[in-house]
Each structure stands twice: as C-alpha cells, then as structure tokens.
C-alpha cells in the first residue's frame, strides 16, 4: 500500500501563486508515474498534470499549460506543483495520485493512478 499526503493549498487572489505538495509512504518501490487530479464544486474530478518516475516527462491538461509546473523529487517521495497565474476557474480540491503502472500504460488507460490522496483545498479569489 502506498500513503499520499498533500499540503500547501489555500487561499490566494487571482494572478498569485501556490506550491502544493505530496508525500509519498509505504510501498513507494512501486510507484511509477504520479500527478495532480482537481475536483470542483458540482463537477468531475478532472486530470491536471502527471510526471515520469524520472521526472524527464510530464503531460499536461491544455488549461494549466505555461501556469503550472510538476516536479518530483524521489530522495524524499514528494512530487510537487508549482501553481503561478492562478485563476478562480482553478479553484478546486486537488488530489495527488500516484500509480504503478508503467508510464505508457499510465497514459493509455485513463491517467488514473492506484492510490489518492485526501485533497488539498485550492481557493482563487477574483
């Protein structure tokens, strides 16, 4: 079993940024790719972004391209996302994933990893 935790979420105004983070635990051996999910009131949990077990890949959900940056470091099993240019459309509980499928089969069935994290509240005030 794999535990995720996410922090860093808040409040902010439009055009300021947050940093969240992941803490991974447990069988991390098995982890491959992880990423970002975000759910918004009354709507679909949506994916955001997800990263390689290097780091050397990420995919990106149209909408964050250019605002937003993932990144991972595997000494210390935390991914991170770096959220500049926020908007109130970005206002969402966002989720931290992680699968242990392999980085193409990751992508070509759904994105969705094996295990979540509990959300982290993200507020973009206009």
């Known amino acids: 079993q794999v535990q995720l935790v996410e922090s860093g979420g808040g409040l902010v105004q439009a055009g300021g940024s947050l940093r969240l983070s992941c803490a991974a635990s447990?069988?991390?051996?098995?982890?491959?790719?992880m990423g970002w999910y975000r759910q918004a009131p009354g709507k679909e949990r949506e994916f955001v972004v997800a990263?390689?077990?290097?780091?050397?890949?990420?995919n990106y959900v149209d909408s964050v391209k250019g605002r937003f940056t993932i990144s991972r470091d595997n000494a210390k099993n935390t991914v991170y996302l770096q959220m500049n240019s926020l908007k109130p459309e970005d206002t969402a509980v966002y989720y931290c994933?992680?699968?242990?499928?392999?980085?193409?089969?990751?992508?070509?069935?759904?994105?969705?990893?094996?295990?979540w994290g509990q959300g982290t509240q993200v507020t973009v005030s206009s």
């Open positions: 994933t992680a699968s242990s499928k392999s980085w193409t089969t990751f992508l070509t069935t759904g994105q969705r990893g094996d295990y």
């Open positions: 447990g069988s991390i051996f098995s982890i491959n790719a």
């Open positions: 990263i390689s077990r290097s780091g050397s890949i990420t």
